[in-house]
């Protein structure tokens, strides 16, 4: 048998004066149970069934074949279903060319609110099946029983009471298959009594319900219904009809007054008011195709549990819909687009508009489904939506940290710049913008969701209170700095002078100015660090920051040569020549310069100095200049720390002390025995050595190796072979010079005295350290000499 797949809409007008509009039909089950998805879907959307909610009733019909099922809910419905009647010869209609029902047939009636759906079930006891083929007939009971809100069983009249009567098998298949159903719905039977006699309804009705209750008490049921009686089940209602063809305008009169009654069956009161267990319009096809799925199967059916989920299915579609639709949004995908670079103004109230309108959606669509279905998938459908739009609120926050951070800084350093205290101006810009932040957020912020802004808020005051401290840093760092800077510049003029002056007063007047000036600085300090609000302890650890300053600028103005490099004291520094060039040369400056004096502190640097260098010089070695040669022999000065020492005693004395180490000297002549030896057999190694030795002096001398390697080897190297063949060739040609110059005349000089002319006129080109330098010593007189001078008076 070939199967239907297109539902028919045609119209058929009523002889009563209330049929009207249109009607729709579809083969929804054909005769080898195969179920018209396809027509079914096609049905729904041509009569707008999922459009109606709940706002709708389904009757169907059952009953022995050629009973007039049809001929009667054409009449009763306006529908256009096969008749055996004087129609079938105008109509063009797509059954089969029988002349009964084959499989299940569906038709909306016409004018009858609210919606009404009827199904024209195939006959019973039908001789194409033969006797033995009941199993669609049960099929198709048990289909009508689970989606029915009202089913209509055909009878004739001369059946009731009869044992053999036709109805009492339709009868048994349906209770029996009524126990199929877990939870059965109420369903109300209609018992049409055909061709009615002349016996009164009011006797035939008790009858018939005996025979009810007697096939309700005979058919097997299960344990847990073995007492419940049948109005649990069903609501039985009776009617009689004339014949139809006997008594047509009697019965189309009857069937009139039936009709009325299917008018608004669902309400309380009506045939189905107290109906149970309803499936949204919208998941009808749904349910019905996978109702008939479980009975072609042979499975119980069990209604609750195929409402539940029949509320799955239908309701993440619905949310499946929605969920696609908001993706496809044009108002979203512009949202999106735009929060990605900037921040939208009234972000968060678009959104939620956006949002709201799908969940209403799915609310209204979704609204007959059973109750905890219907709100676990509304939940699932909030909770997809919010995570996709949950990357963009957090741009949206994004922005507005990144802004109100901006706007901070800005504004900050305006309240800095205007002169506003800066522990004030942090705290009252921080308090202002964390605000403005909130203000932000809260504007961004989405109905449906829970979102919390804490984490973004938490992040922006950790940035602010980060630029705080890096802009307190750096204000104090410059107040510190700018501070020693005028400390020193007050007191570099006036120190230098002093020291210039050296005399006794020297220290005295320098702790004085240094106590005026660091006061003055510190006081200055003070005021300026006030706007900070700064704890004591810090403060104060600030202040004797710039108390100790000068004394470690004296430090680094002694331990620094002319070059700002630092200076090294070995030992092998001429200490005479350094303090020359300190443009002083006399010991008052000498003993001025060995130590940092800040305080009152008596020291005896000067004596010591005079004793150890003036009586030695001069050969008074007494006792106590003895003593005071020992003493020059410490690290550090009598009653002076060593961390206040500039020029510590041993100095002078290594530099005095060219000689090697006694126990090196007789390592030499122990080791040097054979050499010595082999000089006195050869005079000529003699005068080559010495000559070496002359020229050695002299490139010595000239090179000042001593004082190019002062600053380290690699700085030497490089100075002495950039100047080393210079000075040779300028040695030598001097040498030559000397050679040609012709002799003076006068008396004749001895040849020891030409010798040490000679030597005298090399030493005297050679510019010796030795004889050049003077030595400043200072007489008990206060008469300064030099090494030369007293030579003068020596001759």
Not at 341 to 368: C, M, W
Not at 382 to 392: F, I, M, R, S
Not at 688 to 704: E, G, M, P, R
């Amino acid at each position: 048998m070939q199967t239907l797949t297109r539902s028919v809409c045609y119209c058929k007008c009523l002889p009563l004066s209330d049929r009207g509009g249109n009607c729709c039909s579809t083969h929804l089950i054909d005769g080898d149970g195969t179920f018209n998805v396809a027509g079914l879907e096609n049905f729904m959307k041509e009569v707008k069934l999922a459009e109606c909610g709940l706002s709708y009733a389904v009757v169907s019909i059952m009953g022995p074949q050629s009973s007039g099922k049809s001929t009667l809910l054409n009449h009763l419905f306006g529908t256009n279903f096969r008749e055996m009647d004087a129609f079938k010869g105008r109509h063009v209609l797509v059954k089969l060319l029988s002349q009964t029902t084959k499989g299940i047939w569906m038709a909306r009636c016409a004018g009858i609110e609210p919606c009404t759906i009827v199904m024209d079930l195939e006959g019973t006891d039908g001789r194409e099946r033969g006797e033995d083929d009941t199993a669609f007939e049960k099929q198709s009971a048990l289909f009508a029983l689970a989606v029915s809100d009202i089913v209509l069983i055909n009878m004739w009249c001369h059946d009731i009471g009869r044992e053999q009567a036709a109805n009492k098998p339709l009868l048994k298949t349906v209770f029996q298959v009524m126990m199929r159903l877990f939870s059965p719905r109420k369903t109300t039977l209609m018992f049409v009594i055909r061709d009615k006699t002349r016996t009164p309804l009011e006797n035939l009705e008790p009858v018939l319900r005996e025979d009810i209750q007697k096939i309700w008490d005979s058919v097997p049921k299960p344990q847990a219904h073995k007492e419940t009686p049948l109005s649990e089940f069903f609501n039985v209602e009776v009617v009689a009809l004339s014949s139809y063809e006997e008594k047509e305008e009697q019965f189309i009169e009857q069937v009139a007054t039936l009709r009325q009654r299917f008018f608004h069956s669902i309400a309380p009161g009506g045939l189905a008011g107290d109906r149970r267990g309803v499936v949204p319009a919208s998941g009808f096809s749904f349910s019905a195709q996978e109702i008939w799925r479980v009975i072609k199967e042979n499975k119980d059916l069990d209604l609750p549990a195929h409402k539940v989920m029949v509320a799955t299915v239908r309701c993440e579609e619905i949310a499946n819909e929605k969920l696609s639709s908001f993706v496809a949004n044009e108002d979203w995908c512009e949202l999106e687009r735009a929060v990605e670079s900037h921040p939208v103004p009234g972000f968060g109230k678009k959104l939620s508009s956006i949002l709201n309108d799908r969940l209403s959606q799915y609310d209204a669509e979704a609204t007959y489904f059973e109750e905890g279905v219907r709100f676990a998938k509304r939940k699932q459908l909030e909770e997809k939506l919010l995570q996709l739009v949950q990357p963009a609120y957090l741009s949206m926050l994004g922005h507005i940290r990144s802004g109100t951070l901006d706007k901070f800084k800005e504004a900050f350093d305006n309240a800095l710049n205007g002169g506003q205290g800066f522990a004030k101006a942090a705290r009252d810009c921080t308090e202002s913008y964390m605000k403005v932040f909130d203000e932000g957020s809260r504007d961004a912020s989405i109905k449906q969701a829970n979102w919390e802004s804490g984490k973004v808020r938490d992040k922006l005051r950790r940035d602010m209170d980060a630029h705080v401290a890096a802009v307190r840093t750096a204000k104090l760092s410059e107040l510190a700095t700018s501070y020693e800077a005028k400390l020193k510049e007050a007191l570099s003029g006036p120190v230098e002078a002093l020291l210039d002056g050296a005399s006794d007063d020297t220290w005295p007047a320098i702790r004085k100015l240094l106590r005026r000036e660091t006061e003055s600085a510190v006081s200055g300090l003070s005021v300026a660090l006030s706007g900070f609000e700064m704890d004591e302890l810090t403060r104060d650890k600030m202040l004797s920051r710039l108390a100790i300053t000068p004394e470690e600028w004296f430090t680094s103005l002694f331990s620094q040569d002319s070059d700002s490099m630092p200076r090294v004291w070995t030992g092998k520094e001429d200490i005479r020549a350094i303090t020359k060039a300190a443009r002083t040369s006399s010991l008052k400056l000498l003993s001025v310069m060995a130590a940092i004096r800040l305080d009152d502190d008596a020291d005896n640097i000067e004596n010591t100095l005079a004793l150890a260098l003036v009586d030695s010089k001069t050969g008074a070695a007494t006792n106590k200049s003895t003593a005071s040669l020992d003493r020059l022999a410490s690290s550090t000065w009598e009653e002076v720390p060593a961390s206040k020492t500039l020029i510590t005693p041993e100095a002078s004395r290594r530099n005095n002390n060219w000689l090697p180490p006694p126990w090196a000297i007789v390592a030499l002549i122990v080791l040097g025995y054979n050499e010595f030896i082999t000089l006195l057999r050869n005079p000529l190694y003699l005068l080559v050595i010495f000559v070496a030795f002359l020229l050695s002096k002299a490139l010595w001398v000239q090179l000042d190796i001593s004082g190019e390697f002062r600053h380290g080897a690699l700085p030497g190297l490089l100075s002495l072979s950039t100047r080393f063949l210079p000075t040779v060739m300028n040695l030598l040609r001097r040498l030559a010079e000397e050679g040609q110059e012709p002799q003076a005349p006068g008396p004749q000089r001895n040849p020891s005295q030409a010798a040490n002319s000679s030597r005298s006129g090399a030493y005297d080109h050679s510019d010796l350290s030795s004889s050049a330098s003077s030595e400043v010593v200072s007489l008990d007189n206060g008469t300064e000499y030099s090494s030369s001078s007293i030579h003068d008076k020596g001759k």
